[in-house]
């Protein structure tokens, strides 16, 4: 009886299981594929803010090169 589930369980998962899984991950993939208002809204604050904080460390950069020119280089 065993000889014969084995096979029967196992074509049944090969070619119902399987395709199913993968059929069904693929259509999630699909659904939520695309990006949202939200977050490119969100993803344009971020950029701006990293662009503000690179000014404000360029600016301190410079002062602190107009008051110790070696300052980079460790001394």
Known sequence: M??????IFVCGFLFIGMPWLILHYVTQWKRAGGITREDENLLGELYETA?????????????????????????
Do not use: M, Q, T, Y
């Open 2 to 7: 065993e000889d014969i589930l084995v096979p």
């Open 51 to 75: 662009r503000r904080l690179d000014d404000r460390l360029n600016s301190i950069e410079r002062i602190i090169a107009a008051d110790n020119p070696n300052w980079k280089s460790g001394g």
